[in-house]
């Protein structure tokens, strides 16, 4: 059951410009919400998150925002930088539950 | 403080044999949960452990087992291997169900 899905496997964007990657959930009982981000030959390290008591969480060039009504969060990144090339997932809990992944390019 | 510890890192298998994985979580965390991906599947979840006692279970088949020791580390197996079994594991360790997930690098399975 995909209870949170991210329906772009992928995005691309030149260096310096926004990425916008989203994720839709389903369970209306999801009350915390993540972005992981990974890298090949690694495992998912911890970005950002959001509790379902706000609708935006800003840390330095990353922002998540949460429209509860719609069932959407989204993660912005401005700039993009070469270095944020990677599989971003988006995961909501409880239950912890993750999506398919977006795979970002990052162009210089 | 060390982080969450999957072993071995490479596995390679004949289709039919078994296999069991191992995950040491960080010091202080007595939830683990595991993680299989795949290409396009995302993270699709196996099981989760606490204290012990399995938590939540995914929908997989029942060739899929794991167990938590008391000092909280963990195993998976998975019997009678198949080819589409070939994927990425990832073990996720914290302080409690659910939340502040941290993650191996995984064990590469590769069933031949």
């Known amino acids: 059951d995909q209870q949170v899905k991210q329906n772009s496997p992928s995005l691309s964007v030149q260096e310096g410009r926004i990425s916008i990657l989203n994720c839709d959930y389903t369970?209306?009982?999801?009350?915390?919400f993540l972005w992981y981000k990974k890298y090949p030959a690694e495992g998912p390290t911890f970005l950002i998150s959001?509790?379902?008591?706000?609708d935006k969480n800003e840390d330095g060039r990353f922002t998540v925002f949460l429209n509860k009504s719609a069932k959407h969060l989204s993660l912005h990144i401005v700039p993009s930088q070469p270095g944020d090339s990677a599989v971003y997932f988006c995961?909501?809990?409880?239950?912890?539950?993750f999506g398919a992944g977006t795979r970002l390019t990052v162009k210089p | 403080k060390a982080g969450v510890t999957q072993t071995p890192r490479y596995l390679i298998k004949t289709r039919g044999q078994q296999v069991t994985l191992s995950c040491s979580p960080i010091?202080?965390?007595?939830?683990v949960s595991w993680y299989q991906q795949t290409p396009g599947q995302g993270l699709q979840f196996l099981f989760e452990y606490f204290s012990e006692t399995q938590r939540n279970k995914g929908n997989f088949p029942g060739r899929f087992s794991g167990r938590q020791f008391s000092n909280s580390r963990s195993e998976m197996n998975v019997s009678t291997l198949e080819l589409g079994d070939s994927a990425l594991y990832l073990c996720?360790?914290?302080?409690?169900?659910?939340?502040?997930?941290?993650f191996g690098s995984g064990t590469r399975l590769t069933v031949v």
């Open positions: 010091s202080g965390h007595r939830s």
């Open positions: 959001i509790s379902s008591i706000k």
């Open positions: 369970n209306s009982m999801f009350d915390y």
């Open positions: 996720a360790s914290s302080t409690t169900v659910n939340y502040g997930y941290t």
């Open positions: 995961a909501a809990s409880p239950p912890m539950r």
